[in-house]
């Protein structure tokens, strides 16, 4: 028998960061790398989205609208974890139908060898002056989502929380916020991470020089998130040119991994995803 938790997570950087936590905690048994190597179910849930994925729509670079997990993770005791990048907090759809088409395997767990489903999102919480943005909207709007699937569902009110449902198992939320702990997003917290002070300078004068073109060009200056993102992936061209934020945090070179291993947050996530 098998466990499964499914995070669906934004973007691609979340999906690296949360995944090098999993990898620095030594919480995994190793990363699942190849469809052959997968327990039968997860094997087939794989396959099935393939057949599923409509080429006519399909745009490259962008997440596909179906649930493909990006990493899966085996952890002790039977225990996988999946993560997936919706494309944003405004696209969960397959995240959704997934949560739908998985309530089988609780339904005949012997039929198919999982004794344990759960569902979680793992959010920004965005900031409180932007449309959908702030703690409190971000958690009432996920449950509402959530609502429209299990009717059972009862609201989230914190950030990190895990619902018991009647048919649909464990769904839960882990919301990043800075130190407010009502607004902010991923990239808030990566300072605490990303120690390479020599860099953070000169990636600092050029954020400032974009957002002085965007002000010459008459353009909407980037929102704090993005200039973050500006920061942290000038820093990864030193590391890996060429190369996205995600394979920045991926790989060894951007993250400091003694302070990730010591962080809260990464211990506060590493309790969330575990299984007794």
Known sequence: MIRLSFL???????????????????????????????????????????????????????????????????????????LFATGGKSSLQAAMSNITKSKRLLEKPDFYKVDAVRHAFIL?????????????????????????????????????????????????????TNDSNTEGTLEDLLDSFIKIDELMAPATSYKDSIIEFDRLKSRDVKDIAKQQKIVFTNITQAFHPGSSLAVGLARGNLINTEIMAAHALSTEFGNFIKLP
Not at 11 to 39: N, Q, R, S, Y
Not at 53 to 72: E, Q, S, V
Not at 161 to 173: L, V
Request: glycine share 6%; with cysteine.
């Open 8 to 82: 669906y997570c934004e973007g691609l950087h979340d999906v690296a960061f949360l995944a090098k936590i999993i990898e620095v905690l030594d919480l995994t048994e190793g990363e699942v790398k190849k469809v052959k190597d997968l327990p039968k179910i997860l094997e087939s849930m794989v396959e099935s989205a393939i057949k599923e994925i409509n080429t006519n729509n399909i745009r490259f670079g962008l997440p596909l609208n179906i649930f493909m997990p990006n990493k899966i993770y085996a952890l002790a005791n039977n225990h996988y974890v999946c």
């Open 124 to 176: 920004d919480a965005d900031y409180d002056h932007m449309d959908d943005g702030g703690l409190t909207t971000t958690l009432e709007n996920l449950s509402e989502k959530i609502r429209e699937v299990v009717t059972d569902f009862e609201n989230f009110n914190e950030k990190v929380q895990w619902r018991t449902t009647e048919e649909h198992g464990e769904i839960g939320t882990f919301i990043f």
